[in-house]
């Protein structure tokens, strides 16, 4: 078995390390769960026990994309999504903490990039 366990991500590396997790939760076979191009099946009285099987297959595959995207978060910002037990909310968050698309962010990003200084 693969060890799904990746260094830890953190503000300056989640770009990298965002897509290696991205490619953890593929090769577990449950990104389809994160990026909600499969959802929940949905349980009604006239349901049989495959249906039954199926939704307790898709809250088993929830729960190992939610523990691979919290253990591949670096300790110091697990505060960020301990308490969400979904995962594609948890991938929201962690792209909007990690990769905020606010003005403000773009500035302080130009502002670096202007103050670079280059070595001839």
């Keep these: ?9 953190g ?17 577990r076979q449950v990104w389809n769960i994160v990026n909600e191009k499969e959802i929940e099946p949905k349980l009604d009285v006239s ?24 253990l591949n978060i670096d300790s110091s910002h697990r505060r960020i999504v301990e308490r969400i037990d979904d995962p594609v909310e948890a991938w929201e968050v962690l792209k909007t903490y990690y990769q905020p698309d606010s003005k403000a962010h773009h500035m302080e990003v130009y502002s670096s990039l202007m103050n670079c200084h280059y070595i001839i």
């Design 1 to 9: 078995m693969a060890n799904y366990f990746h260094s830890k991500i």
């Design 11 to 27: 503000r300056s590396k989640l770009c990298q390390l965002g897509n290696d997790v991205k490619y953890l939760l593929m090769e």
């Design 47 to 70: 349901t049989d026990a495959e249906a039954v099987k199926e939704v307790k297959n898709f809250k088993a595959c929830k729960q190992i994309a939610m523990s691979i995207i919290y």
